[in-house]
């Protein structure tokens, strides 16, 4: 029987016969229905699928006109990881210029909120520039990251340690806490960075340090929103489902813990967020195959329930994205085709 090329989770090929691929598709789908109670994928959006992991073909696009908007989180971090070092204005030039992205973000290597205040005035000057040779619109992105605020590096007890000891509630105090400083921290570098001329904000790898972390973003972008009407608010998740660290925080009367990406979004609309970057993770001894069928179920559902644009996360580990730091343009140009096609987002 004629075999397949494909790969594993964790980038590594792998060879599968049709009738392999077709299971881990169905059982993929079958998956992401059970665990978040949506509709699984139809028959026809499975055949189609099997066509895109049939083809010979190395790389894979949408049809033409079917092309969507992608925007690119921490871009100026991640072009000094593949060994081209040049400066942040160069490298927002390079990706579009030369690269073509639609929109860039401006960040700072730390990546966090907390340690960008107190160099915030430092930043703003360096967005300026990028501002004057750049036409894409260009954002400024930090992840909320509540571990910051946790001992030894931050003022707040360390749930992590508190939990094994049996102090729950003294573990649940210190993540309330960690909640109103991140807020007050998100909430002025934002301010700062969108009086400077930023086209909008990103608040990436939301939900990291779990519904703490989650509540803490939603907080931060219902206050900018209303201080800022005209802001752009991006917010991109750090996993498929919140985290509950805490497990008894609510937003707008909604507990937090367990949500997937179609409920998430709902919340998002309320806090006033632009654009939502749902996730879903990928999983590195599954088949390629599976963890697209998979992603793809989680995210039709998010496109369906929502009511503001969609930017599906489809980097290293995400959006069935081999967990690698190089992911093979085999999978992701076949990850982003599918995702594209059959959800209707609007981004990736």
């Known amino acids: 029987m004629t075999k397949v090329m494909t790969r594993l989770g964790d980038g590594s090929f792998i060879e599968m016969t049709p009738d392999e691929i077709r299971k881990d598709l169905e059982e993929g789908t079958q998956q992401a229905s059970t665990a978040a109670e949506i509709d699984p994928l139809v028959q026809d959006e499975l055949t189609y699928l ?30 000094r990881r593949v060994g081209v070092l040049t400066g942040r204005v160069h490298a927002l030039q390079i990706y579009e210029k030369l690269l073509g992205a639609d929109t860039m973000e401006l960040a700072h290597v ?20 990028a501002l004057l040779v750049t036409t894409v619109p260009v954002f400024y992105g930090a992840m909320p990251n509540l571990g910051t605020y946790t001992q030894p590096d931050g003022p707040t007890a360390n749930p992590a340690e508190l939990l094994p000891m049996g102090k729950i509630a003294e573990a649940r105090t210190a993540q309330e806490e960690a909640v109103e400083l991140a807020v007050k921290d998100m909430v002025y570098v934002a301010s700062a960075m969108h009086e400077s ?16 972390d989650f509540l803490a973003t939603l907080r931060a972008c219902e ?26 925080l ?13 409920q998430q979004v709902k919340l998002a609309e309320k806090a006033g ?20 069928s998979r992603s793809v179920t989680f995210m039709k559902a998010c496109t369906e329930a929502s009511q503001i ?21 085999d999978v992701v140009s076949r990850a982003s085709k599918a995702m594209t096609e059959i959800t209707r987002l609007d981004g990736l």
């Open 50 to 79: 099997f066509d895109i992991f049939a083809s010979p073909a190395k790389f894979m696009s949408v049809d033409m006109g079917r092309e969507v908007v992608l925007s690119y989180d921490a871009g100026t971090l991640k072009i």
């Open 309 to 329: 644009p969609i930017h599906v996360n489809m980097g290293m580990g995400v959006g069935a994205v081999p967990v690698i730091d190089h992911p093979p343009v």
């Open 250 to 262: 609510a937003y707008e009367g909604q507990r937090l813990a367990g949500l997937y990406p179609h």
């Open 273 to 292: 967020v632009t654009i939502f970057g749902p996730v879903a993770n990928t999983n590195t001894s599954k088949s390629s195959p599976w963890n697209l």
């Open 110 to 129: 730390d990546y966090s909120f907390k340690p960008v205040k107190p160099i915030v005035g430092n930043e703003q000057p360096v967005l300026e520039q």
């Open 197 to 212: 001329g930023a086209d909008g904000i990103n608040f990436d790898t939301t939900g990291a340090a779990g519904d703490p």
């Open 223 to 248: 206050i900018l929103k209303k201080k800022y009407p005209d802001m752009c608010i991006e917010v991109g998740m750090a996993g498929e489902f919140v985290i509950g660290m805490h497990g008894e």
